[in-house]
């Protein structure tokens, strides 16, 4: 039976992946019986994730998060209470990536619920949007103790599903929260005061705009007007109409 090339690499591909599942201790895959919903990403037949033009099995965020597990691949896992994954569209087209969780998201097990969510929370709301339109998450998925900066081999470690959590999602926009955001998904180290405001690439193939943290802007309120110019420029890029009155919530 004649097997075309492109056939052929797919095959390749599915069985390089199910020895890579076996080799991390993966004996077998459920199948859902189920059909499963738009948002999955997932056949609906089969369940199983789609393979994406360049012949590799595209994730989805339910087999990123069943991969990531009970992670204890860095030192954090020992004073986490929850791993806070990600929440919000799993088909956005804009995805905003914080820092690390802080201790109502740890609490919680949801990134960006305390004061400096709240503050997003206005910030995507004053765009004409909801939380449930966007997807959100964090470099890191569990909370450094006392809320300290995530150190590299923590961000190192989670690097990986942070990546297939993006792919899975494949939004139009990434907002990136900060510096450790920008310095993770850009691989740089210039400052978000040199970079903020201009857009930028993840990959080639995904506009990233840098920004201030929610947390920096509630100890500066000053600068929530730069932050609101970044957003009109990620609102115009969208085809989303932008406000001619700035939003009194966001401000005040």
């Not at 789609?50 to 896992?77: A, H, M, Q």
């Not at 740890?106 to 990134?111: K, N, R, S, T, Y």
Request: glycine share 10%; with cysteine; hydrophobic share 30%.
């Amino acid at each position: 039976m004649f097997i075309s090339k492109d056939r052929t690499a797919i095959i390749k591909q599915l069985k390089e992946y199910l020895c890579y599942l076996k080799d991390i201790g993966i004996k077998e895959i459920p199948c859902e019986a189920r059909v499963r919903g738009q948002g999955s990403g997932g056949n609906s037949r089969t369940g199983v994730s789609p393979v994406n033009e360049s012949g590799d099995i595209k994730p989805t965020l339910e087999s990123v998060k069943e991969e990531l597990g009970n992670c204890k691949r860095c030192k954090l896992y020992r004073t986490r209470t929850n791993i806070v994954f990600g929440t919000g569209n799993p088909n956005a087209r804009l995805m905003f990536i914080g820092e690390g969780p802080g201790e109502e998201e740890d609490l919680q097990g949801e990134p960006f619920v305390g004061r400096a969510g709240q503050l997003l929370t206005r910030i995507i709301e004053a765009m004409g949007l909801k939380r449930d339109d966007v997807y959100i998450c964090n470099v890191v998925k569990c909370r450094p103790p006392e809320n300290r900066a995530p150190e590299p081999d923590e961000i190192s470690a989670c690097r990986p599903f942070l990546e297939k959590q993006i792919d899975a999602i494949k939004p139009k926009i990434i907002v990136a929260l900060g510096n450790h955001a920008v310095h993770s998904l850009l691989n740089t180290v210039s400052g978000i005061t040199k970079v903020r405001g201009q857009f930028s690439y993840y990959k080639n193939n995904i506009k990233l705009m840098p920004t201030y943290h929610p947390a920096y802007l509630l100890r500066n309120e000053g600068k929530k007007k730069e932050v609101w110019e970044d957003m009109k420029k990620v609102m115009a890029e969208l085809g989303l109409e932008v406000p001619k009155k700035e939003e009194k919530g966001l401000y005040g």
